[in-house]
């Protein structure tokens, strides 16, 4: 059983700057991500990344301001993830997930194929 916690949200004016963290418990061979979700919209992908190696693929919204770091402990097998967000802006305001998946398809954006998930963090962007 995977199990993630999520930290770090908080309240910033706009192009101000936050640092979430997740920190995934469990074995893990897959990949893990960040989605998002705003009051009354669909959850969106922001950033996955490969549990081993590989690269790590961000939306289109978010590239070039957000950075996504980790740190892979195997022995425990934990995962600890940083999401950096720099040059936050009102629209990035929304609940942010972290989430995880055993397999290999790690530049999908479905947040329906990803099945264990932390409980949020919220992010406000004034």
């Known amino acids: 059983h995977v199990q993630l916690v999520e930290s770090g949200g908080d309240s910033v004016q706009a192009g101000g700057s936050l640092r979430l963290t997740c920190e995934v418990a469990?074995?893990?061979?897959?990949?893990m991500a960040w989605f998002r979700q705003a009051p009354g919209r669909e959850r969106e992908y922001v950033v996955s990344t490969y549990t081993g190696r590989g690269g790590t693929f961000y939306a289109d919204s978010v590239q070039g301001r957000f950075t996504l770091s980790r740190e892979s402990e195997l022995v425990g097998a934990k995962n600890t993830l940083w999401l950096q967000m720099n040059d936050l802006k009102p629209e990035d305001t929304a609940t942010c997930y972290c989430a995880a998946k055993n397999g290999h398809a790690c530049r999908s954006q479905r947040s329906d194929e990803y099945n264990f998930w932390g409980q949020g963090t919220q992010v406000t962007v004034s």
């Open positions: 469990g074995y893990l061979y897959g990949c």
